[in-house]
């Protein structure tokens, strides 16, 4: 058994990340790129220190629910129902000017 890291990480890259029914095929799918998204040691790296907050079956479902739905929207076939709330009434235009103009003293730093 080979303890290189680089050994692990091509393991990691060619088996559990790469082709098309995996994170770089899913990834260009969402992003709507022809050829499958690269997998670099950095992209590697990033995912490794991703902690789930769910139990994988829990994620893979509504992974699966939300890829369905997008696939629906994407291809016109259906509308995005949750509907967005307007914020511009509860915005008081008044005290965002206010706090735009004052002025910030800058702090005298010491050692």
Known sequence: ???????????????????????????SKIRGNRQNTAVTEALID???R?????????LKRDFDEM????AQVRSGASEISTSIEQIGNKINEDTIIRVLVE?????????
């Open 67 to 70: 890829s369905k739905t997008y």
């Open 50 to 58: 991703i902690s789930p907050s769910k139990p994988y079956d829990e």
């Open 46 to 48: 990033e995912i490794c």
């Open 1 to 27: 058994m080979e303890q290189c890291s680089n050994y692990y990480n091509n393991k990691i890259s060619f088996y559990c990340l790469q082709g098309d029914d995996s994170w770089a095929g899913i990834d």
């Open 103 to 111: 002025v910030i003293e800058k702090p005298d730093l010491t050692d």
